[in-house]
């Protein structure tokens, strides 16, 4: 159950993550600003439940429940995906680099807040 619960609230985390993103890159002003946050937060639940669980599995069965290896997997996923998809559409390389470090970082702070739900100590 435990793990379900940080699945949708790492979920939910997108949108503040989201916010600073947009925040530091300009585009906080944007038209689409809503839309943007509701398909960030469709993404966001998608790979989670297709991505970050299932390697969540996977981790807990190696005995690999340390941080990093949470953060690692989330900031590499849309990092690569972006780098070899390009799903933004047909921006110049060097742009898309960014893209991709900008959705590596976010997809690693949501890393972040799904291992620290999904794998915190219970005080009882």
Do not use: E
Request: glycine share 8%; aromatic share 12%.
């Amino acid at each position: 159950m435990r793990v379900f619960i940080a699945a949708l609230l790492s979920s939910l985390s997108v949108v503040p993550f989201y916010l600073i993103l947009l925040a530091v890159s300009g585009d906080l002003d944007n038209r689409l600003l809503y839309t943007v946050l509701i398909g960030a937060l469709v993404v966001a639940t998608v790979a989670i439940f297709c991505i970050a669980l299932p390697l969540h599995l996977l981790l807990t069965r190696l005995g690999l429940v340390r941080g990093y290896y949470y953060i690692g997997a989330g900031f590499f996923a849309p990092a690569i995906f972006t780098l070899l998809l390009n799903p933004l559409g047909s921006d110049v390389a060097s742009w898309v680099k960014w893209q991709a470090l900008g959705l590596g970082l976010l997809g690693g702070s949501v890393a972040f807040v799904f291992w620290s739900l999904a794998t915190a100590k219970s005080k009882t």
